[in-house]
């Protein structure tokens, strides 16, 4: 059996990890030095993943290591960890992982343990070190069958799983049951490569499948497989790797099983060695060259616009009718687009971040340890209470889709809808009627909702009810078929701080890849991974921006065209263009009814000043509301929260928590709504 050549065949990341490498472009203070293709710099990104740590990625090609990596760490090995402040660098991936575990907030990987857990979890790190790592290699690396090799592994990784079945009383399905922890970290990445062994090595790793596995050792190997699927599907894992699609398939171990799908994710990485293809490789455009229609046109973000002079590459012009002629002339049939909190507003629920007038503002004037405690799952666990005023507020129900939803809708109804991603978690495409397979919620939404620490689905219906009567629920789960119930608190399918985008969205990034038209609507493009989405088209799609500014990278490539202003004004003008206006109009009033339409359209001012009287008020019983436990005070904060916060949409993201909020509520109705979405507009959009 040939042995796999270890030469990069392919120098940077794709899919998941390409996005994640993107989303950590920028320069930041705390570097880490990688390689997609390296499963110990996988370790250290998974705890940065988990633990939602800002940093730079620099990729590093190991046969030309640059001056900035040698001075920190002087044989040129990856991982390495730039730290702010600090004359050297860190790393062995491990003693990387452990300082980032201690040195930064968020989820702690060895939480709630004595000093005697914290051993044992060493120990177990080090037979991963010492015992199962060197296997995996000596295995790829054997000449001829490898048997002595293969049971080397084989009992290894049975030992780690022996271990954690005498832990599985636990619950499982990680090492120290229900918590994910540095133990797994430090076992993943070779685990989600054992697939490698079976695919090019005669007789595979040994491993039995979960239905072979006989006799005593049956549970220990069902325990195994159950953490092995847990840690494939672990979001930081999923992110962290590297996805091809369409990839050419290698040369496969005779009379062994197809392992296309984890192919595909890992291409041909390992090849194994054979013969080179002769053909002759088709010569790239040199640099600069007027044939190089791929050429991104890069600015910073300090400028609004690609220089006039620059020619679109696709659009006859960087305008509005421009992208209307080219979706009509039938050159369009992917159009993807990208949403956020400002395609809302309309309906009556802020935006996120606005500094008067957004939810976190508004909660500012509570006593709380800080207003995103209410969407942290360790303030949560603790106290789920605010939590669930807000949500009665925010249910599906309370609010009805904008003209924006109903444009997307419409989009759709046209079979010109590739994918939908949205921040939101309203619900409110779902009420606009677009097909739910084409939507990606990025950020969760009120849609499902599950355990916390069982992760059993809770019926809709009863949830439902829960929110309506200001009911924290609890899992009705039963546990190892006894007559006992988990009774964990049960949250929507939102993502809070301290947990993972959901694996639909790595799943589905590549259909942003695949547009021929990006539409981005009313977004901040500051949270990533959601923020690289724009820059994953190739460089001569269209994109077009509806919003307040200019946002992200959106305005520097050469067929970006900025329609500044309200999202719903903006959407009138290209349904105008495109000669859709009536039918748009209809059908959104068809969905809302006349009255909600008309609201919509006046832009909720008495709304918003009652909101402003609320907050003042509430502002001022604040300390006496939250000190009491008294049902009569429980009753008191519910209802205040109730009518102040009435209206406003939880946007959840990974951000650092905002500082300096503002505490004062200065709320600015635009003038004359009604008029201007009326009135068809014939300006050309700003650009």
Not at 390 to 416: M, Q, R, V, W
Not at 451 to 478: F, L, Q, S
Not at 516 to 544: E, I
Not at 589 to 598: H, K, S
Request: glycine share 8%.
């Amino acid at each position: 059996m040939a042995s796999p050549d270890l030469q990069l065949s392919y120098p940077h990341a794709s899919g998941a990890a390409l996005l994640l490498a993107k989303s950590h472009s920028a320069e930041h203070p705390l570097k880490l030095y990688g390689g997609w293709f390296c499963p110990f710099v996988q370790r250290v990104w998974i705890v940065m993943v988990e633990k939602n740590i800002p940093h730079q990625y620099i990729e590093i090609n190991p046969y030309h290591k640059p001056p900035e990596l040698l001075r920190l760490n002087p044989r040129g090995l990856i991982p390495t960890l730039e730290v702010p402040n600090r004359p050297s660098g860190l790393y062995e991936s491990m003693v990387v992982c452990g300082f980032l575990n201690e040195a930064y907030g968020g989820l702690n990987l060895m939480e709630g343990m004595d000093a005697w857990e914290k051993a044992r979890c060493r120990m177990w790190i080090n037979h991963v070190e010492t015992r199962i790592v060197p296997a995996w290699y000596e295995v790829m690396q054997a000449q001829g069958e490898g048997e002595e090799e293969r049971k080397k592994l084989r009992e290894a990784v049975e030992a780690f799983a022996g271990e954690m079945y005498k832990r599985s009383d636990r619950g499982g399905p990680w090492f120290l049951g229900r918590r994910f922890s540095l133990v797994d970290v430090s076992l993943a990445p070779w685990a989600k490569r054992l697939w490698l062994i079976d695919h090019y090595k005669n007789g595979g790793t040994g491993i039995p499948k979960r239905e072979e596995a006989t006799g005593p050792e049956a549970a220990v190997w069902d325990f195994w497989h159950r953490w092995l699927h847990a840690i494939k599907e672990r979001p930081s894992v999923v992110r962290t790797w590297r996805r091809r699609h369409g990839s050419g398939q290698g040369p496969r171990a005779k009379g062994k099983q197809q392992f296309d799908d984890e192919f595909d994710e890992f291409g041909e990485d390992f090849q194994v060695q054979r013969k080179q293809d002769n053909k002759p490789k088709k010569k790239k455009p040199k640099k600069g060259s007027g044939n190089n229609k791929n050429r991104r046109a890069r600015m910073g973000q300090e400028h609004s616009v690609v220089d006039e002079d620059t020619p679109p590459q696709t659009l006859s012009e960087r305008s509005i009718s421009a992208v209307a002629h080219l979706i009509t002339s039938g050159k369009v049939r992917r159009i993807v687009v990208m949403t956020g909190a400002g395609i809302s507003t309309a309906a009556g629920i802020p935006d996120f971040r606005s500094p008067d007038t957004g939810l976190y503002a508004n909660l500012a004037s509570l006593d709380l340890p800080e207003p995103e405690a209410v969407f942290d799952l360790s303030f949560f666990r603790e106290n789920p209470k605010p939590f669930y005023v807000l949500a009665k507020e925010l249910y599906p129900g309370n609010y009805h889709p904008t003209i924006s939803h109903a444009f997307i809708s419409l989009l759709a109804s046209k079979k010109l809808l590739h994918q939908l991603f949205t921040q939101n978690i309203d619900c409110l495409e779902r009420a606009a009627g677009i097909p739910e397979d084409l939507i990606i919620e990025a950020h969760g939404s009120f849609a499902t909702q599950r355990c916390v620490d069982c992760k059993t689905p809770y019926d809709d219906d009863k949830m439902r009810d829960h929110i309506r009567r200001g009911d924290v629920p609890r899992c009705e789960a039963k546990q190892n078929d006894i007559d006992c119930v988990c009774g964990g608190l049960v949250k929507p399918d939102i993502v809070f701080f301290g947990e993972q985008l959901p694996k639909a969205f790595f799943d589905r990034i590549t259909k942003a890849e695949e547009a021929d038209l990006v539409l981005v609507l009313g977004t901040s493009l500051q949270v990533h991974p959601f923020a690289s989405l724009p820059n994953l088209a190739p460089d001569h799609v269209p994109r077009v921006l509806f919003n307040m500014e200019r946002v992200g990278t959106m305005g520097s490539q050469a067929d970006d065209v900025l329609v500044l202003g309200e999202c719903d004004g903006g959407v009138r003008k290209l349904a105008d263009a495109l000669g859709w206006r009536e039918e748009l109009e209809r059908k959104w009033r068809d969905l809302v009814g006349e009255e909600e339409a008309e609201r919509q359209l006046q832009g909720g001012k008495k709304r918003v000043e009652a909101l402003h009287d609320e907050v003042v008020k509430l502002t001022e019983e604040v300390d006496d509301v939250l000190q009491s436990d008294e049902k009569k005070t429980e009753d008191k904060i519910e209802q205040s929260l109730s009518d102040a916060l009435r209206g406003l949409e939880l946007d959840p993201t990974k951000a650092a928590p905002c500082s300096g909020i503002s505490k004062s509520v200065t709320l600015e109705v635009e003038e004359d709504k009604e008029e201007d979405a009326k009135k068809p507009s014939t300006d050309k959009p700003s650009l």
